[in-house]
């Protein structure tokens, strides 16, 4: 079946420093992907879709200079936290929906960011 | 605007007993209701959506638009049920998941 991966799985980083996510359809071209942001015991919140070859849009409360997504290929997008803060650490995944058959989507296995 | 609810975040059930976990949705269009899970140290996965109308795992759901639901059933439990489930809508046309809060299942051995 179709597998979307993230990398890294975990990373924790110091306060005011960037840190990028990876997501990347390993099957299959994906023309969208998204960014999710789960909190604890919380849903999971959409915070923008990425487009190949497009900006992302992003969803009304995330800031767009903050979490920058790039979506250069239609195999990959990432995801950078910049001038990350305690209050970025969550849990980051991505999906994906791939080419053709859009009525489908497969989910990544999460990123863990903690800011320290 | 699209909503989600899933009112239970623990459930515990005893196994081989009924299952149904609750979802209830606000949209104004016509929805595509889904049903996912994540099992322990697992991604989330689809587990099924009702314009399939299929029953898997054991598990059925049925879209009832009357009462704006979409709950999830199985009659008897398995211990490898337990597990995270998220309910989720996207409006026709919309590529947009939203997810419901969740609800953790435990089945009791």
């Known amino acids: 079946g179709a597998v979307v991966s993230q990398h890294p799985s975990r990373v924790i980083c110091k306060s005011g420093t960037s840190v990028k996510i990876e997501c990347r359809s390993l099957?299959?071209?994906?023309?969208?992907m998204f960014w999710y942001r789960q909190f604890p015991k919380k849903s999971l919140m959409l915070m923008a879709t990425?487009?190949?070859?497009?900006?992302?849009?992003?969803e009304q409360g995330v800031e767009k200079d903050k979490f920058l997504i790039n979506h250069a290929s239609l195999t990959l997008s990432t995801l950078t936290v910049t001038s990350a803060h305690p209050e970025d650490s969550s849990f980051y995944i991505c999906s994906a929906l791939p080419r053709g058959r859009e009525n489908t989507i497969y989910f990544g296995e999460g990123s863990w960011l903690t800011v320290v | 605007a699209q909503r989600v609810t899933q009112p239970e975040k623990l459930l515990s059930v005893f196994k081989g007993a009924p299952v149904e976990l609750k979802c209830n949705y606000s949209?104004?269009?016509?929805?595509?209701l889904f049903w996912y899970v994540q099992y322990s140290r697992q991604r989330l996965q689809l587990l099924l959506r009702h314009i399939s109308r299929e029953s898997i795992k054991g598990f059925t759901a049925d879209l009832n638009k009357g009462e704006t639901s979409f709950h999830l059933k199985k009659p008897f439990a398995q211990e490898e049920d337990s597990a995270m489930y998220y309910c989720?809508?996207?409006?026709?046309?919309?590529?947009?998941?939203?997810f419901g809060t969740g609800t953790r299942l435990t089945i009791i051995p």
């Open positions: 099957d299959f071209q994906a023309t969208t």
């Open positions: 990425s487009n190949e070859g497009s900006k992302a849009t992003y």
């Open positions: 989720a809508l996207r409006g026709i046309g919309n590529e947009k998941l939203t």
């Open positions: 949209y104004s269009g016509s929805p595509e």
